[in-house]
């Protein structure tokens, strides 16, 4: 009688034989311990706690909606090129330091104390408002997605809030307090302003809502701490 033999399903590999019927296929990674993997399966989340945050859905359709405005939408260049030039006279103020003189060409009673009414808040919520950028640090649409088109010089400063919203609406209280009939005119050039910012590309649709809020809030903080020069 032939005593019994052990069958090594590898070694029949090795030696160009099949492997056992019986034998398994070795796993890609190494299997963890069984207790490391109920730890695992304890930590995946389910259900609603799969689910992206709010804030994060908010993101997304902020960024979508911002990126078809700046992208899908056609941009003529007859369009395009001047409205560049609007958007960017506004940088840093620029703008609204030039139409703070429009008191003394109205022929305001105190003209230097009507442009610092206007000049000095509006360069506070620009300075500002850089500190609430340096925290949020959101970064601008061209460089989180580098294959949008920069329509005009990309600015150094994070995204959140902008600026030329805040300002826009800054200077329009102030100036409209002293002169109610420039409230329509402000308003249309504050809309274009904030209307380029997306369309151009360098913010984001949720960046400008965030700068109109910014600047109301300094705005009504300027006029009732401090009221129109008569």
């Not at 992206?52 to 908010?58: E, N």
């Not at 300002?167 to 002169?179: E, I, L, S």
Request: glycine residues 8%; proline residues 11%; aromatic residues 10%.
């Amino acid at each position: 009688m032939t005593p019994a033999t052990y069958s090594d399903p590898m070694a029949a590999a090795d030696s160009g034989g099949a492997p056992a019927p019986d034998a398994e296929p070795a796993a890609a990674f190494p299997a963890a311990p069984a207790a490391s993997n109920e730890a695992e399966q304890a930590d995946v989340p389910t259900g609603e706690a799969a689910r992206p945050s709010w804030l994060a859905r908010l993101d997304e359709a902020d960024r979508r909606v911002s990126r078809r405005v700046a992208v899908v939408w056609p941009h003529p260049a007859w369009f395009t090129r001047p409205l560049g030039l609007v958007s960017r006279s506004a940088n840093h103020g620029i703008l609204w330091y030039g139409l703070s003189l429009l008191p003394w060409l109205a022929g305001h009673a105190r003209p230097f104390a009507a442009y610092l009414y206007v000049a000095v808040p509006v360069t506070l919520v620009e300075v500002l408002g850089f500190g609430i950028k340096s925290v949020v640090r959101r970064r601008r649409p061209t460089v989180a997605d580098p294959a949008l088109p920069e329509q005009i010089r990309r600015p150094i400063t994070p995204s959140f809030p902008s600026s030329h919203a805040s300002m826009a609406v800054v200077g329009t209280m102030t100036m409209g307090v002293m002169y109610a009939a420039w409230v329509p005119p402000l308003l249309a050039l504050t809309a274009v302003l904030c209307f380029s910012r997306v369309y151009l590309g360098v913010h984001y649709l949720g960046d400008v809502a965030g700068g109109l809020f910014w600047g109301l809030l300094f705005g009504i903080a300027t006029l009732w701490l401090v009221g129109p020069p008569l």
